[in-house]
């Protein structure tokens, strides 16, 4: 735990999709840029894959890339957190890999966990996204309400240890919480007030969720959280070319400031907060 919460630097990303310069780069600006953790907002792993090895190639990172890379760096910065969860594009079944690391004491899971950020700051997460026309649906759920449900069924999957399997989407999202229950859940496991949060989907309808063809892709489970539970601070990714389109990394909704690094392929993008002013802006580290 970090003793004062004067002085706290976050370096916050999404969205790295294995790219494994993008976390060598990251890592590096954590060091460089002397910041007290490292935030990674889901999407970890690689993806466009044939579905068939998908599994397999994640995990392969996870244990190959991921675990040693961190490992290095955290020998040498004991003093530097991971915090991180997956997102829409990572397979959830190989989550026993992550919690070995965490185990390890080289990451924190944020996924619907709370940790001590500061001694009066927490942290928490969620990783799930509204329903999206990509086939994998691990952690895709229904945003508002069940009447949302899509009327009919579409091509779908999840991952299960014994591989990939075809789903019914409607079932599946009948079958889980909404995104709102989780948040709900969220909320009671500390003081919103006092947490930073961690969702892998922007708040709907804001500078951080515009898609290319300029429509907003956000969850509105989201924005209704932050608007009634007025946290200081939200990270997002997942709509990875909002920033292209708006150039905004930053959006407030009330009291908060909720923030999307805003991904690219060929170059890293990570974003600084400095507590306890709250001052933004872009880690961009060029190739
Ligand atoms: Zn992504």
């Known amino acids: 735990m970090i003793r004062m919460a004067r002085d706290l630097r976050i370096l916050h990303t999404a969205d790295l999709h294995g790219n494994l310069r993008h976390y060598q780069k990251l ?3 954590a060091e460089t840029e002397e910041v007290n953790c490292i935030v990674i907002g889901g999407d970890l792993l690689p993806k466009g894959h044939s579905l068939n090895v998908l599994i397999e190639v994640q995990k392969k990172f996870i244990v190959e890339h991921l675990r040693p890379l961190f490992k290095k ?6 003093e530097k957190s991971i915090y991180l969860m997956m997102g829409n594009d990572d ?3 190989n989550m026993d890999q992550l919690e070995k690391m965490e185990a390890e004491g080289l990451i924190k899971l944020l996924h619907l966990r709370t940790h ?4 009066s700051l ?53 079958s889980h919480n909404t995104i709102s ?36 892709a956000g969850s509105r489970s989201v924005r209704r959280f932050i608007e009634e539970y007025a946290p200081p601070l939200t990270l997002h990714g997942h709509i990875h070319e909002s920033y292209h389109m708006t150039k905004e990394l930053a959006n407030r909704i009330g009291g908060t400031l909720c923030i999307n690094a805003g991904q690219t392929e060929a170059i890293l993008h990570a974003v ?16």
Not at 116 to 119: G, H, M, V
Not at 130 to 154: H, M, N
Not at 272 to 287: E, K, M
């Open 27 to 29: 890592l590096s600006l």
């Open 73 to 78: 760096f955290r020998e040498v910065n004991r």
């Open 91 to 93: 397979f959830a079944v």
């Open 116 to 119: 001590p950020l500061t001694d």
């Open 122 to 174: 927490s942290i928490a997460g969620y990783g799930c996204v509204p329903p999206t026309p990509f086939l994998i649906k691990d952690w895709e759920r229904l945003d508002c309400g069940r009447a949302a449900v899509p009327a009919r069924s579409y091509q779908a999957c999840s991952s299960t240890p014994d591989g990939i399997a075809p789903i019914d989407a409607r079932d599946w999202f009948l």
């Open 181 to 216: 229950e989780d948040l709900d859940m969220l909320a009671r496991l500390s003081d919103p007030a006092s947490t930073v949060y961690v969702t892998h989907s922007p708040p709907f309808c804001t500078a951080l969720d515009v898609l290319i063809n300029g429509r907003h």
């Open 272 to 287: 600084i907060i400095d507590l306890p002013g709250y001052l933004v802006r872009l880690a961009r580290s060029f190739p």
